[in-house]
């Protein structure tokens, strides 16, 4: 099994542990709240009705965001970094002002109980650090793994002659004699690091495409479900064309892009069946629906507010292209913030 197959089956086996968890909640009831199931039959059949849409919706929204970028962007034109920047402005206004606001509201909510003198301490900040380190170490440990194992191949395959200059890959000189540079090894490592960024970006978004999927498949009425519904539509579609700029420019085989994307496009949907499955009985505000909601979307900001800004920000402003022109500088800028701007104007309705 390669590595991706072995990520996808990771999260897959960690969302078979944790959607327990959250289905859990739905046996208590608390001072916070009970079960949603009041309302007539002919109101439930109509919440059934616009929820059903809702995960068609959304579904579509999430395969159109996610493929714009991969089948409809050439990576090498100017127009795919202005795509870049402005992807990276949504995923950082996902960061900050959609998961870490519902972070801290979950874990400093009354209905924790004894559990909300957590208020007294940032523990939605801890999550969001510890993810954003372990993020960070991932990528480092596992591209160097990664790179290390290839140089190790490329070494046994060498002539003898060529073991001893092999020797001395760490340096980037080249050796005009042997009409190679030891520096463009440093390439296919560039290339394995893009994988890596992607599969760990989507892991981060995908795990708050559940809780919001939920959240809107246990939404006891119409009021509640329409602006939700327009609110993550449009969200689900930028957060695929962020996430769709990323997968471009990782260059995976054909299989694994559609792979990512069914992956990325499905787990909202998947979250709006299980929430319809539940609504009877489900209890968001139960202090286990709140624990591991606010715990899970904080981790996921970490993730995303670090990868936003050190894995898509910061290569993209910096690269030479960028550095060269102060139009291109200009016009990446502006994406950045038109991005980062409509993504948190989203937030005045979900």
């Known amino acids: ?45 109509t919440v059934l009705k616009y929820k059903i ?8 929204a999430g395969v159109l965001g996610v493929c714009l970028p991969i089948f409809g962007l050439k990576s090498e034109s100017n127009f795919f970094m202005f795509v870049k920047a402005f992807a990276a402005g949504v995923i950082l206004a996902t960061g900050f ?14 209905c924790l109980g004894e559990e909300s003198s957590w ?10 650090m510890a993810a954003a380190i372990v993020t960070m170490l991932i990528e480092s440990f596992a591209s160097g793994y990664l790179n290390r194992s290839r140089l190790e191949n490329e070494a046994k395959t060498l002539p003898v002659s060529d073991k001893e200059e092999h020797s001395h890959v760490g340096s980037a000189h ?6 190679h540079s030891h520096g463009s090894l440093l390439i296919p490592q560039d290339d394995l690091r893009k994988k890596i960024v992607t599969q760990v970006l989507e892991l981060g978004i995908v795990v708050h495409s559940v809780i919001i999927g939920i959240s809107l498949g246990v939404s006891p009425s119409v009021s509640t ?19 769709g700029g990323c997968i471009s420019e ?8 559609w792979i990512m994307v069914l992956f990325f496009s499905l787990t909202a949907p998947a979250g709006i069946g299980i929430g319809i499955g539940v609504a009877e009985i489900y209890n968001e505000n139960s202090p286990m629906a709140l624990k591991v909601s606010g715990f899970l979307n904080a981790a996921a900001a970490g993730i995303l507010i670090y990868m936003s800004l050190v894995d898509l920000v910061a290569p993209l402003f ?18 950045l913030i038109l991005g980062a701007g409509l993504m948190s104007l989203l937030a005045v309705w979900a």
């Open 174 to 179: 080249t050796h005009a004699s042997q009409g």
């Open 53 to 60: 849409g809702a995960f068609f919706s959304i579904l579509v």
């Open 318 to 335: 910096m690269n030479h292209k960028a550095q060269s022109s102060m139009k291109i500088q200009l016009a990446c800028s502006f994406s």
């Open 225 to 243: 479900i329409k602006p939700l519904l327009a609110a993550i539509t449009f969200h689900q579609l930028f957060e695929g064309f962020g996430l």
């Open 119 to 128: 208020g007294d301490f940032p523990m939605t900040g801890l999550v969001a």
């Open 1 to 45: 099994m390669g590595r991706f197959q072995k990520t996808l089956v990771s999260a897959f086996v960690f969302f078979l542990f944790i959607l327990p968890l959250i289905i859990s909640a739905t046996e208590e009831e608390n001072e916070c709240g009970g079960s949603n199931g009041g309302g007539s039959a002919a109101e439930k059949a």
């Open 97 to 110: 002002v959609h998961i870490l606001p519902d972070a801290t509201e979950s874990l400093t909510s009354p």
């Open 250 to 257: 990782a260059k995976f085989e054909i299989k694994k892009i």
